[in-house]
């Protein structure tokens, strides 16, 4: 393997190689980058860091879910965030801590293993429930990544006396499984060239549709002229701060945060599997509002996670109001991996399986 290619298996193993930066200014606003529908050109900017983070607010919305905390959880000076990062992630090297203590993932592990063990023998009541709840409590790998945003590159500075202005910045946004898994087909196709590098990246296109059943994203190198649009970084560009994104990130919300605001109902389940008892009634102890008609789970790539939303991440930043309600679900992750009991609705498990075995083929051919 040359240095090259080296370096982009680096770069799809999410080593990060942050450049932080200073600035005369003591607020920022605008910089969280939200995916909307239809084409977004952005050039993505370095490494990203990869979090893994639960949805636990409940959604009021059209698709009504009762979330794995209560309202008053996200209420006062002490609310919790209402996308979280998982306890049991450790942001510095990116992995999964050795002990797994996470309440929430308990319980996806949980209703997911219920599922598989209880069958067609489940009450379609516990069924729809622990579907629900596997749904409401899964884990959602997501990559934050400094990008220019090539419909509006500026973003607001603040400085010391109250004085706002836009300048051309750097922006966060965060990429889910789906469209990841393309960035990294992308930067395999494009290797020796580095999408990402200051000198020699291009912009590509990452593709929002929420028109069907579930929001998807996919995303494709920029055309021009039958040719990528390469785009070296500008001197302005080069001169900008680039985020910290583990600063930005945060702290995780603590294992006694999320059991403290959790549900009664799954606190119960919580406690009888610790004490190696069989919870017994799931349904009846639910005290779900509404079902919805499908088990609802967030857009992983929507932003932000505000940093003054629980634990402060920066005292610097600034971000821009956060809106959860009516979230349509979206992929859980190639069916191959995850086998998430809504998988086997989904309607695109062929495509699914096809892109997967894409994806592996030139990992088989490398070990060969």
């Known amino acids: 393997m040359s240095e090259a290619e080296q370096a982009i298996q680096d770069k799809i193993k999410k080593l990060q190689s942050i450049r932080g930066g200073g600035g005369g200014f003591t607020k920022q606003r605008g910089i969280f980058h939200n995916l909307q529908d239809g084409d977004n050109i952005i050039r993505l900017v370095g490494d990203p860091v990869k979090v893994v983070m639960h949805f636990i607010s409940p959604s009021h919305g059209k698709n009504k879910n009762r979330g794995i905390c209560a309202d008053e959880a996200f209420e006062g000076d002490d609310r919790l965030p209402k996308r979280c990062v998982c306890p049991d992630w450790d942001i510095d090297s990116e992995e999964f801590k050795s002990e797994r203590e ?12 219920m599922v598989k063990e209880g069958g067609d023998s489940l009450d379609p009541k516990d069924k729809k429930w622990l579907e629900m709840l596997a749904s409401a409590a899964r884990p959602a790998e997501t990559y934050k990544w400094n990008i220019i945003d090539r419909a509006n590159p500026n973003i607001i500075e603040i400085d010391q006396n109250g004085v706002s202005k836009d300048v051309p910045g750097f922006k966060v946004t965060s990429i889910g499984v789906e469209a990841a898994n393309d960035v990294v087909g992308i930067l395999k196709q494009m290797s020796p060239k580095d999408i990402t590098a ?14 069907g059943p579930r929001v998807s994203y996919s995303a494709q190198v920029v055309i021009d002229g039958g040719m990528a649009r390469f785009t070296p970084l500008t001197d302005e560009e080069l001169s900008a701060t680039r985020h910290d994104l583990k600063r930005i990130i945060g702290k995780p919300t603590t294992v006694e945060q999320l059991m403290d605001h959790m549900h009664d109902d799954y606190k119960e389940v919580i406690n009888q599997c610790a004490d190696g008892s069989t919870p017994k009634k799931q349904v009846s ?4 509002p509404v079902e919805p008609k499908a ?3 967030p857009e992983e790539p929507e932003e932000p996670e505000e940093p003054e939303d629980g634990p402060k991440a920066d005292p610097e930043l600034e971000s821009d109001e956060e809106s959860v309600e009516d979230q349509p679900w979206e992929c859980f992750g190639c069916i191959k991996d995850v086998n998430h009991p809504e998988c086997s609705k989904c309607s695109e498990q062929e495509d699914c399986i096809k892109k997967s075995e894409e994806i592996e083929e030139p990992k088989k051919r490398s070990r060969s």
């Open 285 to 288: 102890t639910a005290k779900a």
């Open 295 to 297: 088990p609802e789970a």
């Open 102 to 113: 996470c309440p929430v993932c308990k319980l996806n592990n949980f209703a997911k293993r």
């Open 198 to 211: 200051d000198d020699e990246g291009c912009d590509i296109n990452i593709i929002r549709s929420s028109g």
